[in-house]
């Protein structure tokens, strides 16, 4: 109703008297052009029509929004449903939608998730090691220095445990990162290791050894630094990650029904952007409970929490249900079928995005 009421002539100006489009140059029959849709009016405006045009324009992008927003929370799969049956204008376009709600969603998102400063032991400190060190009392701190590294420290002087704590510090920063035991300082040394048959590695592990000398080099050996990196590209890389998703999902789609040749590879992509936003929504809405949960610690703030989760899957088979319009027993089927597919294809994406942060940093 909006869109038809800035049509008649919330503008004010005056109308041309010539009947031809300034913008397309058509010929006119009425007010507004037929091709392009652009008012025949005086394009001479004063700073009080360009004030109108903002509210006007504010509020005609507020109806729709809010309209289109209460039509996907409460009713799954009708706005997919309408889309496809062409009846689009009364509503907010999904590609627009998208584009808001995932910017506003990372927005968010970044704001309530920090990289944080935690060093990683990468070096000839392992698993196996750690808990034995844990354990050691202050008397075996003095001989420690004779089996980790002797010239560090000479082998009669003890050890407190505050200097084995800087020590274990330094030496896990300055030994970098490696890949299965091959821990090289340059290209170069790798090459001879590699020319003397030490060492006999496909071109894919080279790639891998090649990049982690170069990263060390990079972060002069400071594993701390080299996870901090790694983690804020791959942390970074999720809109991505979820923007590549969506075709894909849309394409299980497509597989799971095939037989329903009215729907085109588009009407599913289109539904799953509803899908996605209805998504991004609930998240925004599951973030603020945590982060008053996290003030109050009241036990309905975590009920709700996980309610919202069952909610999620629950909106998901309803808007199948309502948009594909097949019986409960076959939308339950296929529900099951496309969130054990998409979980595979999110693996496979998470993997790729690893390699992609790794090579990246």
Same mark, same amino acid.
């Given at each position: ?229 790694? $983690?804020?590209? %791959? ?8 923007? #590549?998703? =969506?075709?894909? &999902?849309? !394409? @299980? ?80 089927? $296929?529900?099951? %079928? ?8 999110? #693996?496979? =994406?998470?993997? &790729?995005? !690893? @390699? ?6």
């Amino acid at each position: 109703m909006l869109f038809l009421t800035k049509k008649t002539g919330l503008s004010h100006l005056k109308e041309r008297t010539e009947r031809n489009c300034l913008n397309c140059n058509a010929q006119l029959q009425g007010k507004y052009c037929h091709i392009c849709g652009q008012e025949n009016t005086e394009p001479k405006e004063t700073v009080w029509h360009l004030i109108g045009h903002f509210f006007q324009d504010i509020t005609h992008f507020d109806g729709k929004f809010f309209n289109t927003l209460k039509l996907l929370t409460f009713r799954p799969g009708f706005l997919s449903r309408e889309y496809m049956m062409g009846r689009r204008a009364s509503y907010l376009n999904p590609i627009r939608m998208y584009v808001f709600t995932s910017a506003f969603f990372f927005l968010i998102f970044f704001s309530f998730f920090k990289i944080d400063e935690e060093g990683i032991a990468v070096s000839n400190i392992n698993s196996k090691t750690l808990p034995q060190i844990a354990k050691m009392d202050s008397a075996t701190f003095a001989d420690f220095p004779r089996f980790i590294n002797k010239n560090d420290h000479k082998p009669d002087t003890p050890m407190t445990r505050a200097q084995f704590s800087k020590y274990v510090e330094g030496a896990v920063k300055t030994s970098g990162i490696s890949l299965n035991k091959r821990h090289f300082k340059t290209r170069a040394a790798y090459d001879s290791a590699l020319l003397a048959g030490t060492i006999h590695d496909n071109w894919l592990l080279r790639q891998l050894v090649y990049k982690v000398i170069d990263i060390n080099a990079k972060y002069n050996n400071d594993a701390q630094k080299i996870l901090n990196a790694f $983690k804020s590209t %791959l942390f970074h890389s999720l809109p991505q990650m979820l923007f #590549i998703s =969506l075709p894909l &999902l849309a !394409l @299980l789609l497509k597989f799971l029904y095939y037989r329903r040749k009215q729907f085109y590879y588009v009407n599913h992509a289109i539904f799953s952007i509803q899908l996605y936003i209805f998504i991004f929504i609930a998240m925004l809405i599951l973030f603020g409970m945590s982060k008053l949960n996290q003030q109050l610690h009241w036990g309905v703030i975590t009920f709700l929490s996980v309610l919202m989760y069952i909610v999620l899957f629950f909106y998901e088979y309803k808007a199948m249900r309502n948009f594909y319009g097949q019986r409960r027993g076959k939308t339950i089927l $296929k529900f099951i %079928l496309l969130n054990v597919m998409f979980l595979i294809v999110l #693996i496979f =994406l998470f993997t &790729l995005f !690893l @390699l992609f942060s790794f090579f990246k940093i």
